[in-house]
């Protein structure tokens, strides 16, 4: 019954937690990758499945699709927007929960309760996991049917895990990533883990769960060959030159990237705990029976993201890893109420959870690119854009002589959904009278160089929250 309750407790503070955000703007990536698509269908009545164009960057478009028969039963706003999306955060957050009661309670007593309990807090602590959880972003359904496969790993539900597969090819390509390496993660499961033998009849029995979600990607890239003669790389897209290789500075720069993405937000105190549990007990402690399963999970999935991050330009942000940061936060709870007293195990359990709450309170210089889109940091900033247009509106600033930064160029009606036309620039030119520059947009050095010259830009206006800042700067006369 107390998991009952603490589940029901831990569902109910979430979903208010998201009702209370249904004003939250698209942000981020969701911009181009969620809300551009899904008002490309709409606005051509569903009549068309494929899209295409600039912004096209090779994922399947079944979510925004989904999205645009929402707008088209209910209408074209956040809230119905947030509604469609609630119900896969309520699941993604019953998952996690489910995963943290198989891992860290299998034998529901009174001290498994705690573990149960002090794990639970911890993975919605993360600031990367929670924040996903409230934005509108596909990212979220990743989180949820990745962690509904590892469930369905741990019951040996074939028909379960089938369709877990399907729904991460779905997705994005990030989705298809961890599908493939939970496929070997569950074959490995069987015949390494649980030691059964080996034999043709035995493998082809295995991988049968595998093979739907193998098929939604063949038939993916017939369809994307079929209609756009190219399946990943579209040399037209905003993102054609993301997938070059690297150079070797470049593979440096990017292994600096990816630690960081692990130990960003609050994240050091987990990597803190475990590295001094290494140390202390022996690798033989960390890896035994009852964590090699999370642990050849955590281990596949970083050392797959590792080959696709490591080795191309794209850049990448937190939100590819937050799988493996549920993972991750399991795996340090459970050994460290395992290998520390009880009294011990909850004072470093709720400093964990301290730390990882206190992610949401980081804030790096300007020249420093932050991963907004990964803590409820950022949250001041849709007040603050409004705040701003209204501004801009008031005093006649026109949005056509306007440039600005990421989050808030280009067509506004992708972010907040108003029938206004409201088209803010992405480069300066000859034309540009105004800036809007803020934080959130992780502009270039030699840039915010530029914008902070008073020589060059006049700040005229400044919204600032948090931490958080909007500037309306001005063009001063005799640079126009």
């Given amino acids: 019954m107390k998991y009952n309750i603490l589940t029901g407790i831990i569902l109910l503070f979430?979903?208010?937690?998201?009702?209370?955000?249904?004003?939250?703007?698209?942000?981020?990536?969701?911009?181009?990758?969620?809300?551009?698509?899904?008002?490309?269908?709409?606005?051509?009545?569903?009549?068309?499945?494929?899209?295409?164009?600039?912004?096209?960057?090779?994922?399947?478009?079944?979510?925004?699709?989904?999205?645009?028969?929402?707008?088209?039963?209910?209408?074209?706003?956040?809230?119905?927007?947030?509604?469609?999306?609630?119900?896969?955060?309520?699941?993604?957050?019953?998952?996690?929960?489910?995963?943290?009661?198989?891992?860290?309670?299998?034998?529901?007593?009174?001290?498994?309760?705690?573990?149960?309990?002090?794990?639970?807090?911890?993975?919605?602590?993360?600031?990367?996991?929670?924040?996903?959880?409230?934005?509108?972003?596909?990212?979220?359904?990743?989180?949820?049917?990745?962690i509904y496969a590892v469930n369905q790993m741990l019951c040996d539900k074939k028909a379960g895990l089938s369709l877990a597969f399907i729904?991460?090819?779905?997705?994005?390509?990030?989705?298809?990533?961890?599908?493939?390496?939970?496929?070997?993660?569950?074959?490995?499961?069987?015949?390494?883990l649980e030691r059964r033998a080996f034999s043709v009849k035995e493998f082809t029995k295995i991988i049968l769960p595998t093979l739907p979600g193998c098929f939604t990607v063949f038939i993916y890239l017939l369809f994307r060959f079929y209609y756009h003669g190219w399946v990943f790389t579209n040399v037209d897209s905003a993102w054609a030159g993301t997938g070059n290789l690297v150079d070797f500075y470049g593979f440096i720069r990017n292994c600096a990237a990816f630690v960081w993405r692990n130990l960003d937000f609050g994240r050091i105190g987990l990597w803190a705990v475990m590295l001094f549990m290494l140390v202390k007990f022996g690798y033989k402690r960390l890896f035994n029976s009852e964590t090699c399963f999370l642990w050849l999970s955590y281990f596949l999935l970083q050392f797959s993201f590792a080959c696709v991050t490591l080795t191309i330009t794209n850049p990448f942000g937190a939100r590819y890893f937050v799988v493996q940061f549920i993972l991750f936060a399991i795996l340090t709870v459970k050994l460290v109420f395992d290998l520390f007293d009880e009294k011990h195990a909850k004072i470093i359990a709720s400093l964990l959870i301290v730390i990882s709450v206190t992610g949401n309170l980081w804030l790096y210089p300007e020249k420093i690119a932050k991963n907004w889109d990964c803590t409820l940091k950022h949250l001041p900033f849709y007040s603050l854009r409004k705040e701003c247009f209204d501004y801009m509106e008031k005093h006649e600033i026109a949005y056509e002589q306007t440039a600005s930064g990421f989050c808030l160029y280009g067509d506004q009606r992708n972010v907040d959904l108003m029938n206004k036309e409201r088209i803010i620039q992405s480069i300066l030119t000859e034309e540009t009278r105004f800036f809007l520059y803020s934080n959130i947009s992780n502009l270039e050095d030699e840039l915010i160089d530029e914008l902070n010259n008073s020589e060059i830009w006049t700040n005229i206006k400044t919204f600032e929250s948090g931490g958080i800042f909007i500037r309306v700067l001005s063009k001063n006369k005799e640079q126009k």
Wanted: overall charge positive; glycine content about 6%; proline content about 4%.
């Fill in 14 to 146: 979430v979903i208010v937690l998201k009702i209370s955000l249904m004003d939250v703007t698209f942000f981020w990536d969701a911009i181009t990758c969620l809300s551009l698509p899904a008002r490309f269908f709409y606005e051509n009545k569903l009549q068309t499945f494929v899209y295409s164009g600039w912004l096209d960057n090779g994922d399947p478009h079944v979510i925004p699709y989904l999205l645009a028969i929402v707008w088209t039963l209910f209408g074209k706003n956040l809230i119905i927007s947030h509604l469609m999306f609630l119900p896969v955060v309520a699941g993604a957050v019953f998952q996690i929960i489910l995963l943290c009661k198989k891992t860290l309670a299998p034998n529901c007593g009174k001290s498994d309760f705690i573990v149960f309990f002090f794990g639970c807090l911890l993975v919605l602590a993360d600031p990367s996991i929670l924040t996903q959880l409230l934005l509108l972003g596909i990212d979220l359904w990743v989180i949820f049917f990745a």
């Fill in 167 to 192: 729904g991460l090819c779905l997705t994005n390509k990030r989705g298809m990533i961890i599908a493939a390496t939970l496929m070997i993660v569950y074959v490995l499961k069987i015949f390494l």
